[in-house]
T-cell receptor, first 115, second 114 residues
Framework: AQKITQTQPGMFVQEKEAVTLDCTYDTSDPSYGLFWYKQPSSGEMIFLIYQGSYDQQNATEGRYSLNFQKARKSANLVISASQLGDSAMYFCAMRSSTGFQKLVFGTGTRLLVSP | DTGVSQDPRHKITKRGQNVTFRCDPISEHNRLYWYRQTLGQGPEFLTYFQNEAQLEKSRLLSDRFSAERPKGSFSTLEIQRTEQGDSAMYLC????????????FGPGTRLTVL
């Protein structure tokens, strides 16, 4: 079975600083994808970044980067130069590339960015 | 490019009533998913369609829940004889396949069962 663990219920960061949100995963599948989503108070899940298990390089999308350490089964999200609009819930998710299409989510981390 | 839309955005109902939610995916996406999210938790998978075929169903999807995607475009999720435990956000997502097959979510339908 697949499992995602996010151990930080809440994180605080000052505007313009960088922040790392932790995510560890557990799977026996040889091939899988890892995703990060942002959920503002409005409720919509917004896709941020994707990392494939066989990708050699860490994924980057603008101010978002994914620190992928396959041996440690971790996929931490790094947000550089935080903005007030980054305040939201952040969810790490996994999908197996063999068979089932469902995403398995962690419990999320609430990020608060202060001025 | 129109994103995933869901209707209604909010639904308040009394216990025992039936409710139906609609999801319109991104137009070129052939895959559609339903998830349920309760307070303080991440979304939990309910069911998955590829075109009109329902290919995966979670054990969370009890007999009171039914989902359809009759023409491979929009989908409906019906809950019969609602219970207070059904109160949650119901999220729909769609994807277009490929290596990443990223799922894009709609704004959700928040259900409150009184």
């Amino acid at each position: 079975a697949q499992k995602i663990t996010q151990t930080q219920p809440g994180m605080f960061v000052q505007e313009k600083e960088a922040v790392t949100l932790d995510c560890t995963y557990d799977t026996s599948d040889p091939s899988y994808g890892l995703f990060w989503y942002k959920q503002p108070s409005s409720g919509e899940m917004i896709f941020l970044i994707y990392q494939g298990s066989y990708d050699q390089q860490n994924a980057t999308e603008g101010r978002y980067s994914l620190n992928f350490q396959k041996a440690r089964k971790s996929a931490n999200l790094v947000i550089s130069a935080s903005q007030l609009g980054d305040s939201a819930m952040y969810f790490c998710a996994m999908r197996s590339s063999t068979g089932f299409q469902k995403l398995v989510f962690g419990t999320g981390t609430r990020l608060l960015v202060s001025p | 490019d129109t994103g995933v839309s869901q209707d209604p955005r909010h639904k308040i109902t009394k216990r025992g009533q039936n409710v139906t939610f609609r999801c319109d995916p991104i137009s070129e996406h052939n895959r559609l998913y339903w998830y349920r999210q309760t307070l303080g938790q991440g979304p939990e998978f309910l069911t998955y369609f590829q075109n009109e075929a329902q290919l995966e169903k979670s054990r969370l999807l009890s007999d009171r829940f039914s989902a359809e995607r009759p023409k491979g475009s929009f989908s409906t999720l019906e809950i019969q004889r609602t219970e207070q435990g059904d109160s949650a956000m119901y999220l729909c997502a769609s994807s277009g396949g490929g290596a990443e097959d990223t799922q894009y979510f709609g704004p959700g339908t928040r259900l409150t069962v009184l």
